[in-house]
Nanobody
Framework: QVQVVESGGGLVQAGGSLRLSCAVS????????MAWFRQAPGKEREFVAA????????YYTDSVKGRFTISRDNAKNTVFLQMNSLKPEDTAVYYC??????????????????WGQGTQVTVSS
């Protein structure tokens, strides 16, 4: 059984940084396309970033380009999201997601089969 567990959320001031981690167990991480999504109160869950199996191809939503970096360490079965220059509008619950299908539509929420429980990120102004 695949388990996805996020960590690293917290409270930070605007302009600060946080690093989220996502540990995957059950199968080797290389099996999966990995992504981060986020959901703010009263809003739909939205795509943030995704990364291919080898870590070469990365994808970002426009609002985080240049500020966030997704990476993966397949040997440690862990995916990371480095978030810099945080803004109050980045406040949300951040979810890690995994999918073992072909590398298509990496930003599509419905392609991901495995989800973590989420970690809260709060950015104060």
């Amino acid at each position: 059984q695949v388990q996805v567990v996020e960590s690293g959320g917290g409270l930070v001031q605007a302009g600060g940084s946080l690093r989220l981690s996502c540990a995957v167990s059950g199968r080797t991480l290389y099996t999966y396309i990995m992504a981060w999504f986020r959901q703010a109160p009263g809003k739909e869950r939205e795509f943030v970033a995704a990364i291919g199996r080898r870590g070469v191809n990365t994808y970002y939503t426009d609002s985080v380009k240049g500020r966030f970096t997704i990476s993966r360490d397949n040997a440690k079965n862990t995916v990371f999201l480095q978030m810099n220059s945080l803004k109050p509008e980045d406040t949300a619950v951040y979810y890690c997601a995994a999918d073992d299908g072909p590398p298509l539509r990496p930003s599509a929420r419905d392609r991901y089969d495995y989800w973590g429980q989420g970690t809260q990120v709060t950015v104060s102004s």
